[in-house]
């Protein structure tokens, strides 16, 4: 491999990581309020490409002049609002009446909400792949040579980019940041703060679910075919890759993203390439049996 | 100020405690000593809205609050020092304090109130930027009563407060806890299994065995009493 084409590789990595991430925080952010793994969350991806495929038609052609890039930020604006309040709906309906059940009965839950999502959508969207609308001229960035960055790679890198730090400064600043932070430390404490425990829970599947929806959106501006089945692989890839960061760790979320990425799309380009999809489970397996807590994660003994 | 009548409270299948009734009067310090096990954590813990009632009332300030959610108890003015301390480890000493102060309205005092737990414990502000998990156990103990402070409560309720602590701290912890019922003017329900400890500091006492009140009187009284002093004050 030459170099010019490692750095196309790795650029390539880069930005298929960077999906990967944004959904792979929603799966952390949940797990650490809730120690409970959201299996609907791929599906709540699925909703955000289709809430871009149905919403762009209707607004896009309102931006026109000097207003056409707000365009495409509006879509994604709304975007994230709606996965947002699905994601807040979601929990207030399917998990929040089971919060004192054993974690298995919600987990079950979870992947019954799932099924609900993929098959209701498939009821609603119809089950065939429908090709997603340009929100943005897709075209080679020019000056880079050899290397092909396209500009939906740039977008999609910029949006990623403004998301991680929104949200690093909403964990790290805000009131109800910290109470997040201060939930998934210590529930019972947290409680005796005098913090609402369902608004912070609502308030983690909100910024989770958006996320995800944005990641919807950028993910289709770059793969522009979507089926209401598109959720389950890169959902299960996002949970491979917040439990190789550190289920619970938000920055090993990001990291674990960005290495599943990367690594899977240089499996892609080598000899292997028929093997790409299996990196992730094999990545999975041997996190598992060498540092079961993850990049980032710590053991926390189990209390008895 | 706090008045529990006849609470009873099941812990899983367990009758853990059996028609509880005591009061707390405003500006005393108040102690709840027993066996580990006698139900002195499932008393705060129900008062503070982490345990449902079976039945029975708790009033606090002349209004019913045993159907109450913690966050709302907190909001009423009772903060608890769990047993345990339960710290945030991963924040920082003063994003606990900040914590502690989650509910409170006038955020432009916050700073005057920083100044006055760092008074009452100037070893907190040497580790203001510490993350809390750092600290030994004497500090995280003061970190914790600290962060009850913050919350501006009239009823401060603590949980052990000498468990798993040096023995020379201890000493000091309970030299604070006084210092805080008498020149912060605020009520104190004190959780002990060190009864000796507890019955000197505290004004009023009462004894808990296996979820019921079997005796309660003045502190000096109870210290006086044979069957206090040969079942929990080590027997001499």
């Not at chain 1, 797990?31 to 896009?60: E, K, Q, T």
């Not at chain 1, 890198?157 to 805000?174: E, G, Q, S």
């Not at chain 2, 045993?66 to 000493?93: C, D, K, Y």
Request: aromatic fraction near 8%; include cysteine; charged fraction near 15%.
């Amino acid at each position: 491999m030459s170099s010019t084409e490692f750095i196309q590789q790795l650029i390539n990595g880069l930005s298929l990581g960077a999906f990967y991430a944004l959904i792979a925080l929603g799966y952390t952010m949940v797990y650490g309020v809730l120690r409970f793994i959201n299996f609907a969350h791929g599906d709540v991806f699925m909703i955000g490409a289709f809430c871009g495929y149905y919403l762009s038609p209707r607004l896009l052609p309102h931006f026109t002049g000097w207003l056409t890039p707000l365009g495409p930020v509006t879509v994604l604006i709304l975007t994230m609002l709606i996965c947002a309040l699905l994601g807040i709906t979601i929990e207030k309906l399917a998990y929040r009446p089971l919060r004192s059940r054993p974690k298995l009965t919600v987990l079950i839950t979870a992947i019954g909400v799932s099924l609900f999502l993929e098959y209701g959508g498939q009821f609603v969207f119809g089950a065939d792949p429908k090709s997603f609308p340009e929100l943005m001229p897709d075209r080679a960035l020019e000056g880079t040579g050899a290397l092909t960055i396209t500009t939906t790679q740039l977008a999609a890198f910029i949006v990623t980019v403004i998301l991680l730090v929104a949200l690093t400064l909403i964990v790290k600043r805000t009131r109800l940041g910290m109470a997040m932070r201060a939930l998934s430390n210590n529930p019972t404490a947290a409680a005796l703060m005098g913090i609402n425990v369902d608004t912070v829970i609502s308030f983690t599947f909100g910024l989770g679910s958006a996320l995800a929806g944005a990641a919807g959106i950028l993910f289709a501006l770059s793969y522009p075919s979507i089926d209401p089945l598109m959720g389950l692989l890169p959902g299960i890839k996002a949970f491979v890759a917040a439990v190789l960061g550190g289920i619970g760790s938000i920055p090993g979320a990001a990291i674990g993203g960005i290495i599943l990425g990367v690594v899977e799309t240089f499996v892609g380009a080598s000899a292997f390439s028929t093997y790409r999809d299996a990196i992730a489970f094999s990545l999975l397996i041997v996190i598992l049996l060498v540092r079961p807590a993850g990049i980032f994660g710590r053991v926390q003994p189990e209390k008895v | 100020m706090l008045e529990l009548k006849d609470l009873a409270v099941n812990y899983g299948s367990i009758n853990a405690l059996h028609d509880v009734s005591l009061t707390v009067a405003k500006g005393g310090i108040v102690t709840l000593i027993g066996a580990n096990g006698a139900g002195k954590s499932t008393t705060l813990r129900t008062v503070s809205g982490l345990l449902k009632t079976r039945h029975g009332s708790i009033r606090y300030e002349g209004e019913e609050i045993s159907h109450l959610p913690a966050h709302r108890i907190v909001q009423r003015g009772i903060s608890q020092v769990p047993e345990g301390r339960m710290i945030f480890a991963n924040l920082t000493v003063r994003e606990n304090l900040l914590m502690g102060a989650y509910l409170r309205k006038d955020r432009n005092k916050l700073g005057h109130d920083f100044d006055s737990v760092f008074e009452i414990f100037p070893r907190l502000k040497e580790r203001a930027k510490q993350v809390a998990g750092t600290l030994s156990g004497g500090e995280q103990q003061m970190l914790a009563i600290s962060r009850a402070l913050m919350s501006k409560p009239r009823c401060l309720m603590l949980d052990e407060p000498s468990l798993g602590i040096a023995p020379i701290l201890v000493k000091t912890i309970f030299q604070k806890i006084v210092e805080i019922n008498r020149s912060l003017g605020i009520t104190i329900l004190l959780v002990e299994q060190n009864a000796n400890l507890a019955l000197e500091v505290s004004h009023y006492g009462y004894v808990l065995e296996t979820g019921r009140i079997i005796l309660h009187d003045k502190c000096d009284a109870l210290r006086a009493n044979e069957k206090v002093k040969s079942a929990y004050l080590g027997g001499h």
